[in-house]
């Protein structure tokens, strides 16, 4: 929309570099042209404002397809007015001179227009056209078929617009109907999930299968280790024992062998003693045999005191010494006298 400004009973219009402004005055064109800027009169001017820019037109509308199925189909058409002067004469373009409002609807008309012209198209393909096929390669015909359809429609062109673009966004089905399309595709997808599930289990029980085999293998192996263990420990005792055995026998046999050497040493030994001692108590009683008695009566009493506990005085009687010196073989004093 442009802008209008109003000073001392004048206005002034300023539009945009994508507005084509068309200024009639008494029926005369005055100004003409996009981005145009001027001033005029309220009361003498025919103002036209033509948009001259690219426009998206979203567009939606229900179709039947060959199996009649109802779709909805969303596209969107690019176009521009290329021909403002043919537009602003086919279409009501005009804006008010004091406020620079269209006074009527121009762009919806185009919109109308092109719709309908687009959904002409669009039913005639869709109409032969079953479901299925429509859902998988429907975008693509439809899209070509209306922008076929819209080059060639001879209104457009006679009302200076020009159409850059057509994109059909999607065909959808009744929310019933794509439900039941999806529902195969699910039990597919689910089976395939419910497979792979089975076969991960499958994996993990042949998994768990080998470990189980695997740990059963290491305690056979273990135990029959440990047998050879006990085999071997049982061998190493009984060697051991045999060992032990042959090296007591040893030690006996050598202890017997120097317990006889011993016996006979001190028998031997014993026997040199004893004809030792013989020669000796022979030699003693020859000895005596030869001594005079009384020697030996001194020899018996010198070892008798020998033997006695020390006395530090001892008092003899006179009879006591008399009976002595008998003994010993000489007078007493009784006898001196």
Do not use: C
């Amino acid at each position: 929309m442009a802008d209008i400004t109003k000073r001392f009973g004048w206005r002034h219009l300023r539009s945009a570099p994508t507005a084509h402004i068309r200024h009639h005055k008494r029926g005369r064109l005055t100004h003409d042209g996009p981005g145009a800027s001027f001033w005029y009169r309220s009361l003498t001017a025919a103002l036209s404002e033509v948009p001259v820019d690219d426009r998206e037109l979203a567009m939606a509308f229900h179709a039947r397809t060959a199996d009649f199925q109802d779709v909805t189909v969303q596209a969107t058409v690019t176009y521009r007015i290329s021909a403002p002067a043919e537009a602003a004469a086919r279409l009501d373009f005009s804006v008010d001179p004091d406020t620079g409002v269209w006074r009527g609807s121009p762009l919806e008309q185009i919109a109308t227009l092109l719709t309908g012209t687009a959904q002409q198209h669009t039913l005639d393909v869709l109409a032969r056209t079953p479901l299925a096929v429509a859902l998988a390669d429907g975008v693509g015909a439809v899209r070509e078929r209306v922008a076929a359809g819209l080059a060639a429609e001879s209104r457009l062109p006679a009302t200076g617009i020009d159409v850059v673009a057509v994109r059909v966004v999607a065909i959808r089905p009744e929310a019933e109907v794509e439900r039941a399309l999806r529902t195969p595709a699910r039990e597919q997808i689910q089976q395939e999930a419910d497979r792979a599930t089975y076969e991960r289990r499958a994996v993990a029980v042949e998994r768990e299968r080998t470990i189980a085999e695997n740990e059963l293998a290491s305690q056979i192996e273990l135990a029959r280790r440990e047998e050879q263990l006990v085999e071997q420990r049982g061998t190493n005792t009984r060697r051991e024992a045999e060992e032990h055995a042959a090296a007591d026998g040893v030690r006996a046999e050598t202890e017997a062998l120097r317990t006889v050497r011993l016996a006979r040493a001190e028998a031997e030994a014993a026997r040199e003693v004893g004809a030792a001692r013989a020669e000796s108590q022979a030699a003693w009683l020859r000895v005596h045999a030869e001594v005079d008695p009384s020697t030996l009566h001194a020899l018996a009493a010198t070892r008798l005191a020998e033997n006695l506990p020390r006395i530090d005085s001892l008092t003899v009687s006179p009879d006591v010494l008399t009976g002595l010196l008998t003994t010993l073989g000489r007078p007493g004093p009784r006898e001196q006298a």
